[in-house]
C-alpha cells in the first residue's frame, strides 16, 4: 500500500520561504519519478518541479530559480524547497510518484496548502 503523505504548507508574506515535505511509505522515492503539482480553485493543475530516478530535474517556468525540488532517498523523502513567493504561488500543493515515467502519475498524496499574502 503506497501512501504520499505532505507536509510544511502554511501562510506565509510575499518575499519568503517554506519547505515542503513529501513522505512516502510502500514507494522507494528513489525507484520513480517524483513530482510536485499545484492547484490552485478555479485554475487547472500545474506540474510545477519534477525529479527522476537519475536525479534530472525540470521546473515550470513560473517558478525556475525560485523552487528546488530535491529527495532524501535515505528517508524516503521528497522535498520542495520555495523561496521568493509570490501571491501567485498560493495553491494546494500536491506530491506524486510513478515508478516507470514521468506522466500519468500513479500515486498521489492529499495535498498541503499553501497561501501567500
Known amino acids: 500500500h503506497v501512501q504520499l503523505v505532505e507536509s510544511g504548507g502554511g501562510s506565509v508574506q510575499a518575499g519568503g520561504s517554506l519547505r515542503l515535505t513529501c513522505t512516502a511509505s510502500g514507494f522507494a522515492v528513489s525507484s520513480g519519478c517524483m513530482v510536485w503539482f499545484r492547484q490552485a480553485p478555479g485554475k487547472e493543475r500545474e506540474g510545477v518541479a519534477h525529479?527522476?530516478?537519475?536525479?534530472?530535474?525540470r521546473y515550470a517556468e513560473s517558478v525556475k530559480g525560485r523552487f528546488t525540488i530535491f529527495k532524501d532517498n535515505a528517508k524516503n523523502t521528497l522535498y520542495l524547497q520555495m523561496n521568493s513567493l509570490k501571491p501567485e504561488d498560493s495553491a494546494r500543493y500536491y506530491c506524486?510518484?510513478?515508478?516507470?515515467?514521468?506522466?500519468?502519475?500513479?500515486?498521489w498524496g492529499r495535498g498541503t496548502q499553501v497561501t501567500v499574502s
Open positions: 506524486a510518484a510513478d515508478p516507470t515515467r514521468c506522466a500519468d502519475f500513479r500515486y
Open positions: 525529479i527522476d530516478t537519475d536525479d534530472s530535474t
